[in-house]
C-alpha cells in the first residue's frame, strides 16, 4: 500500500548546463552518484516523500530542467505550476553564480500571480582546491535576495537531503501562515490523502498538518 502524503509540492531545479542539478536529484532520490551524467534534454521528473512533521508527510514532485538556452522554451512550461526551486549554480564556475539573478528574474517574471519559494545552493563543495566563488560571497548574494543558503556535494552526499528539507520547510511555513493559497487549476500544491487521519477521534481532524 503506497505511503500517504498530506500535500504535494511542485518543485523545479535551476540553473545553468552542468552546474549539477541531475546529481543532486539523483542522490537526493535513490542515493546513487556518477561522475559521468548525460546532459538533461527539456525536463525529467523524479519524486520523494519527505516528513515535515510527525505523521505529516509532504509528496516532492522535483522537476529537473536542462540549462542550455535552447530548451529554455520548454523548460519556462513549467515555471508557473512550481511552488518552490533550487537555484543552483556551481561553486568552482563564476559565471553560472553570475546567471543566478537572470534565473531569478526569468522565472519571477512566469510565476506572477503566484509566489514560488527559493534556496540558493552553492553545488560541488567538495572541490575546494578549484573554487571560484567564495561562501562569503554567495551568503551575501543569498541575503540580498532573501533567500536561505546552502553549499551541497552529490559527490560526497554533503548537505543534499538538507537543502530539499530546507526548501520544503519554507514552502510549508509559507503555506500554513497564508503566504501562499491553494488553487483551482494551480499544480504547485496539491492535497493529499492521509490513512492516519481515519483511526483519529473526529475532534482531531481538524487539519492534515498541525502547524
Known sequence: MEEGWQYQFRIILLGDSTVGKSSLLKRFTDGSFSEVQDPTVGVDFYARLLEVQPNCRIKLQLWDTAGQERFRSITRSYYRNSVGGLLIFDVTNRKSFENIREWLKEVDSHVYPNKTIFVLVGHKSDLTHVRKVSREEAEQMAATLGLNYLE????????????????????????NVGEIVLNDGWDGIKRGFNPMALDRPKEEKQSDCSC
Open 152 to 175: 551541497t556535494s552529490a559527490k560526497n552526499n554533503t548537505n543534499v537531503d538538507k537543502a530539499f528539507m530546507k526548501l520544503t520547510e519554507c514552502i510549508y511555513e509559507s503555506m
